[in-house]
């Protein structure tokens, strides 16, 4: 069978995007306010991406790919990253996939029962719709999934992922055109925008004690699923109970890469001399 995914650190991104670019400053935000009043349900929605879309949902969307007409290097690297993968047990699962994606679809029309417009039945759409819309969007095209998503069956989810498409779509035109820059720009644009002040994340004692770090440390940091063996590793120089800083020597200087507590840890590589 085919090992599920690396890991998204996908809640992450979005609450450094949500520190980085703050309503207060008039971007929007991927947390918005319930609809009829009320502050947005913000960590319930970033368990909900990272638990239920991020690592039960989606790792059933990948059966679907054409697997048998990839090339045997593509397969190789995957392999690599994920373990031995097996073409012919792939191609075998995708009834079973398939069965469980409408399973979890009809989660979804539940959800969207009362008539609600977004999952959450927030103003805007939320983390949590990207998340889902993500998935049966990407399976879409594929063969076989028109079983799938079938109006009859799904009304409410059909006209929700539509109404998302569509959203997202308005999004698009409404943007600037990214400029092109050369890789060296890239790199020093990076070490440029990683340097946030220390204590934006702080350093929690209590949780580096608990995972027997402290500041200085060399770590190697890498997901709980897949790619265990491809760790980042640098010297800890943050650690909250969402996520861990590590600086890392890059072609244009120290980067300070921002990773996950939840399915992510940190192996002690040299104790600090601090």
Not at 25 to 30: A, S
Not at 130 to 145: L, M, N, Q
Not at 179 to 195: E, H, L
Not at 196 to 215: N, S
Request: a positive charge.
């Amino acid at each position: 069978m085919l090992s599920r995914p690396k890991f998204s650190p996908r809640s992450l991104i979005a609450s450094a995007l949500e520190r980085r670019f703050p309503t207060a400053q008039g971007y929007g935000t991927l947390f918005p306010n319930r609809k009829h009043g009320g502050d947005a349900d913000t960590g319930l929605i970033k368990a909900f991406a990272k638990h239920w879309a991020d690592t039960i949902l989606f790792p059933l969307a990948p059966a679907l790919l054409p697997w048998e007409k990839f090339p045997p290097a593509f397969i190789k690297d995957r392999s690599t990253l994920s373990g031995p993968i097996n073409v012919e047990a792939i191609v075998a699962s995708r009834g079973r996939a398939l069965s469980l994606l409408s399973t979890h679809l009809s989660l979804v029309e539940e959800q969207l029962a009362d008539g609600r417009e977004w999952l959450f039945d927030t103003e805007l759409p939320s983390l949590a719709d990207i998340s889902v819309h993500f998935v049966y969007a990407w399976i879409k095209p594929f063969r076989g999934v028109e079983t799938l998503l079938d109006p009859k069956t799904f009304p409410k989810s059909l006209e929700w992922l539509a109404r998302m498409t569509t959203y997202l779509g308005r999004l698009k035109l409404n943007h600037a055109a990214v400029p092109k820059i050369t890789g060296k720009d890239a790199a020093a644009r990076i070490v440029a925008a990683s340097f946030e002040p220390y204590d934006v994340v702080g350093f929690d004692a209590r949780e580096g004690a608990r995972l027997g770090l402290k500041v200085g440390d060399e770590v190697s940091i890498a997901p709980d699923d897949t790619g265990k063996n491809f760790g980042t590793t640098g010297k800890l120089v943050s650690l909250n109970r969402e996520e861990f800083v590590i600086e890392v020597k890059g072609s244009e200087g120290l980067v300070r890469c921002h990773l996950p507590r939840v399915m992510f840890t940190a192996r002690l590589v040299s104790k600090s001399k601090l």
